[in-house]
T-cell receptor, first 115, second 115 residues
Framework: AQTVTQSQPEMSVQEAETVTLSCTYD???????LFWYKQPPSRQMILVIR??????QNATENRFSVNFQKAAKSFSLKISDSQLGDAAMYFC????????????FGTGTRLQVTL | SAVISQKPSRDICQRGTSLTIQCQVD?????MFWYRQQPGQSLTLIAT?????????ESGFVIDKFPISRPNLTFSTLTVSNMSPEDSSIYLC????????????FGPGTRLTVL
């Protein structure tokens, strides 16, 4: 079974600065999908970014980008120009290919953004 | 992306009672899921709600405790039966959007407190 590990329970960043959240995973599959979700205090889970394992290019969505290292099974999220609204829990998630496959979540990283 | 609503948004219940949570999606979706998020924890998949057939439960979750219905492609319910304080959690509905390959979206959640 796949596992997802987020080793940073909490992180803090100053407004306008850059922060990187770590995620590692364990799998024997060669094809899969990785995601970062954000859960603000309102508890609505929001998809931030996704990465297909077969793509070498790192995904980017505005201020959010990933560093995908397939050999190292690492999938970190970089948030540039941090804003107060970025404060939330961030969950890394893994999914196998196939319509019936399920998301496996990490334990989450709580990000604080300070002035 | 699909727009997902849940009712109720929160509830406080007495032990031994049951609560039914509704999930409504604004478009037809292939797969619907129910997750539990205990306080300060990550998300745990309870079951996959299958349209027209019995739900598929994950290890540790049983139909008698968490009966699920899915009468059509846009609606599902999760019942938490014979509740105890340990059932106090956020319950989230999630869907896999037909139009967004392998992306999964979440409802706003139902915060349940059992006294």
């Amino acid at each position: 079974a796949q596992t997802v590990t987020q080793s940073q329970p909490e992180m803090s960043v100053q407004e306008a600065e850059t922060v990187t959240l770590s995620c590692t995973y364990d799998t024997s599959e060669s094809d899969y999908y990785l995601f970062w979700y954000k859960q603000p205090p309102s508890r609505q889970m929001i998809l931030v970014i996704r990465q297909e394992a077969y793509k070498q290019q790192n995904a980017t969505e505005n201020r959010f980008s990933v560093n995908f290292q397939k050999a190292a099974k690492s999938f970190s999220l970089k948030i540039s120009d941090s804003q107060l609204g970025d404060a939330a829990m961030y969950f890394c998630a893994y999914r196998s290919p196939g319509t019936a496959s399920k998301l496996t979540f990490g334990t989450g990283t709580r990000l604080q953004v300070t002035l | 992306s699909a727009v997902i609503s849940q009712k109720p948004s929160r509830d406080i219940c007495q032990r031994g009672t049951s609560l039914t949570i509704q999930c409504q999606v604004d478009s037809q979706v292939t797969m619907m899921f129910w997750y539990r998020q205990q306080p300060g924890q990550s998300l745990t998949l309870i079951a996959t709600a299958n349209q027209g057939s019995e739900a598929t439960y994950e290890s540790g979750f049983v139909i008698d405790k968490f009966p699920i219905s899915r009468p059509n492609l846009t609606f599902s319910t999760l019942t938490v039966s014979n509740m105890s304080p340990e059932d106090s959690s956020i319950y989230l509905c999630s869907v896999k959007d037909r139009g967004s390959y392998n992306e999964q979206f979440f409802g706003p959640g139902t915060r349940l407190t059992v006294l």
